[in-house]
């Protein structure tokens, strides 16, 4: 019987490189180059960003938060709203438009109410109702706002005749019986108005995208 000789596993000799200083020098300059690289696309992506949206935020539309109850059943406290504020650029508000103004009062508040007359009508407010006096015209006619509030609802106060200047706006809540609006604030100038509700966007299950032309109200 022969034997066989034993074998033996040579274990691998670890391998180490030395790296000279003169490559560690190299390989920290191209590290901090390449930071720096990094570093200056996400400054640049960052301003050009702030470039697109910040004019967008500013002079285009806005966000708002509803703030109270004057405009339900419509617009509820905490809905999130976006304004259009770019449409006013080029026309005029129009009646049924829920918009946001400031407060003649106080212009750091914001308002946000439905506009019932234009420039050059007269509105008269008798027996819980809405009446509105066309420019050029002699009668006045009740407006039919049946499209946005519930049927029976009074609208309080006791105005009579009263006529809008040529840069005004008489604006109501849909909240007619908890409203601060035109009937103790007086009508709205034009400059005061920022823009129209465009979206809810919250809460999720009532989100929206809001269509006031489609509004007929009978005068």
């Known amino acids: 019987m022969v034997e066989k ?4 596993k040579e274990e691998p000799k670890e ?11 190299i390989s920290k300059k191209n590290f901090w180059k390449s930071a ?4 200056l696309e996400i400054f640049k ?10 004019p967008i935020r500013y002079f285009v539309i806005q966000p708002f938060m509803v703030d109270g109850a004057s405009m339900e059943p419509n617009f509820y406290d905490k809905q999130y709203l976006v304004i259009n504020e770019i449409s006013y650029r080029f026309n005029e508000p129009s009646r049924g438009e829920v918009v946001v103004f400031k407060n ?5 508040e914001y308002y946000i109410k439905r506009i019932i007359g234009l420039p050059g009508e007269a509105i008269k407010i008798e027996s819980d109702k809405v ?7 002699e009668e006045f006619i009740q407006i039919d706002e049946l499209d946005y509030l519930p049927e029976g609802i009074r609208t309080f106060g006791n105005i009579t005749g009263l006529e809008l200047e040529e840069n005004q706006f ?3 809540g849909d909240n007619r019986t908890n409203s601060k609006d035109s009937r103790n604030l007086g009508p709205i100038n034009r400059e005061l108005i920022m823009g129209k509700v465009w979206i809810r966007g919250f809460p999720f299950q009532d989100a929206q995208v809001f269509n006031f032309s489609e509004y007929d109200y009978g005068i």
């Not at 992506?45 to 910040?54: D, E, K, M, R, W």
């Not at 009446?131 to 015209?137: L, N, Q, S, T, V």
């Open 5 to 8: 000789e034993p074998i033996i």
């Open 15 to 25: 391998i180490i490189q030395e790296i000279s200083p003169e490559e560690s020098t």
């Open 36 to 39: 720096f690289s990094f570093g």
């Open 45 to 54: 992506t960052v301003i050009i960003s702030l470039a697109i949206i910040l």
């Open 104 to 108: 003649p009062q106080n212009t750091k």
């Open 131 to 137: 009446y509105i006096k066309k420019e050029g015209k």
């Open 170 to 172: 008489f604006v109501l």
